[in-house]
């Protein structure tokens, strides 16, 4: 779970280069978010719906927050380390913005 400004945001990992490939592909949604780790960018193509996406530091720092559509390439932010893929919309509701340094919890 991954502590930010308006609680708790319950999180997948996916942390191998297959479950990072394949991200939210194929599916139609997502409760909470996706957390892929080690990463830098992301694309949409064959994505289902649209998404919002935290580019994170080392230190879990929201370095930009972005919308992408389906079908579209996002560019690789420099010092990111992780990204957090969301549906669109989700990364407001949760007061994600740059600056804001998120906490990581275990779940259980």
Same mark, same amino acid.
């Given at each position: 779970?991954?502590?930010?400004?308006?609680?708790?945001?319950?999180?997948?990992?996916?942390?191998?280069? %297959?479950?990072?490939?394949? +991200?939210? $592909? !194929? @599916?139609?949604?997502?409760?909470?978010?996706?957390? #892929?780790?080690?990463?830098? &960018?992301?694309?949409?193509?064959?994505?289902?719906?649209?998404?919002?996406?935290?580019?994170?530091?080392?230190?879990?720092?929201?370095?930009?927050? %972005?919308?992408?559509?389906? +079908?579209? $390439? !996002? @560019?690789?932010?420099?010092?990111?380390?992780?990204? #957090?893929?969301?549906?669109? &919309?989700?990364?407001?509701?949760?007061?994600?913005?740059?600056?804001?340094?998120?906490?990581?919890?275990?779940?259980?």
């Amino acid at each position: 779970m991954l502590l930010g400004a308006q609680g708790g945001i319950p999180v997948e990992i996916a942390a191998s280069y %297959r479950a990072r490939a394949r +991200g939210l $592909l !194929g @599916r139609d949604g997502i409760e909470g978010a996706l957390l #892929l780790t080690p990463a830098s &960018g992301v694309h949409t193509f064959r994505m289902r719906f649209a998404i919002d996406v935290a580019y994170l530091s080392r230190d879990f720092t929201v370095l930009a927050v %972005r919308t992408m559509r389906p +079908g579209r $390439l !996002g @560019r690789p932010r420099l010092r990111a380390r992780h990204v #957090l893929e969301a549906e669109a &919309g989700a990364m407001a509701r949760w007061g994600l913005r740059p600056g804001l340094r998120l906490g990581v919890e275990a779940a259980g």
